[in-house]
């Protein structure tokens, strides 16, 4: 029977909490009446992950599980399980119980609603206060750079239709952010509120560099504005040069030679430096994106797929 409901779920060194993770989900979609799929990524885990998906995978005739050749990160193990899942409705959830299972029925009505991708936002957040801050501040200029409507760009429990589904599956970009993806191709994006809890063992998995990774990717992937502020910020300060210069000009005939200064000029033209190489580094994070995409080199490399009808 082709399912209704796939849940997608991205999995990395997350041993402690899948089959917890599982004793949450599978009651939770079989109290929704409807056919369903479940589908793990196993994203190269280093622990027990894989054993227990497989073992998983066996029990549960819903639940299929792919293993990448090593860690190609969150959003291509979502985009290897896109490619895979036939629902009509695609939900992504995370493996660490952040997002609660139980909140999936109240997705999948407001797709009912009549809309194609439902959001969600983070009601009440239980993660760092430096963790929080920093996604505002985020959230703020994502939204202000790329346009899109969204009021939390990090929380990955949402809903997708099929539609939107097969349009990212179309996509064969190297580096991604599903959510601001999905957005693009959106007719009716809606958004409610989830509830969140703490990780509910082990560690996140992203890195303080991992996270500036991420937001490179979000930033590059959906919007050129960085590119445009930098030129716009490079136009201002010549003007301003030119100014300067015209003043220093009319000071010279008023007050004659000066030699004071030469150390604030120092600090002054330290500035200016970090700004050039700032925008030189803005413009190689796009370079180094074209440079991977022309590669065209396969974005993530699929060991195995347990479970379903490729038995094993
Ligand atoms: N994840 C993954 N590959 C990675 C990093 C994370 O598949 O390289 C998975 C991880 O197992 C989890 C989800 O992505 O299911 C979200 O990761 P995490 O909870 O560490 O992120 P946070 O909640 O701290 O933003
Ligand atoms: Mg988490």
Known sequence: MTPYL????????????????????????TGMKRPFEIIFTD??????????????????????????NGN??????????????????????DADLQNPPEEIPKLVAEME??????GTIRHNRQDSVFRKSASRLVNITTRKMTGMKMTDYGCMLRAYHRNVVNNINRCHEASTFIPALAQTFASSPSEIEVAHAERSAGESKYSFYKLIRLNFDLMT???????????LTGIVTALGAVAFALFLLVRRFMVGAEVE??????AI???????????????????????????????????????????G
């Open 72 to 93: 190609f990160g969150q959003h291509m193990a979502i985009m290897a399980a896109f490619e895979i899942s036939r629902g009509e409705i695609v939900v992504t959830l």
């Open 113 to 118: 609603n009549g809309h194609d991708v439902v």
């Open 261 to 266: 200064g030469v150390f604030t000029l120092f």
């Open 43 to 68: 994203d190269g885990s280093r622990d027990r992950s894989l054993e227990i998906l497989k073992r998983l995978a066996k029990e549960y005739p819903e639940v299929r599980v792919i293993e990448f």
């Open 269 to 311: 033209l330290f500035f200016f430096i970090g700004i050039t190489i700032f925008g030189i580094g803005i413009v190689g994070e796009y370079v180094g994106r074209i440079y991977q995409e022309v590669r065209r080199r396969p974005r993530y490399v699929v060991r195995r797929v347990y479970g379903g009808s490729d038995e």
């Open 221 to 231: 992937g959906f919007s050129v504005v960085p590119l445009q502020l930098f030129a």
């Open 6 to 29: 796939s849940v997608v779920v991205p999995v990395y060194n997350e041993e402690g909490n899948l089959d917890n993770l599982m004793q949450r989900l599978y009651p939770a979609l």
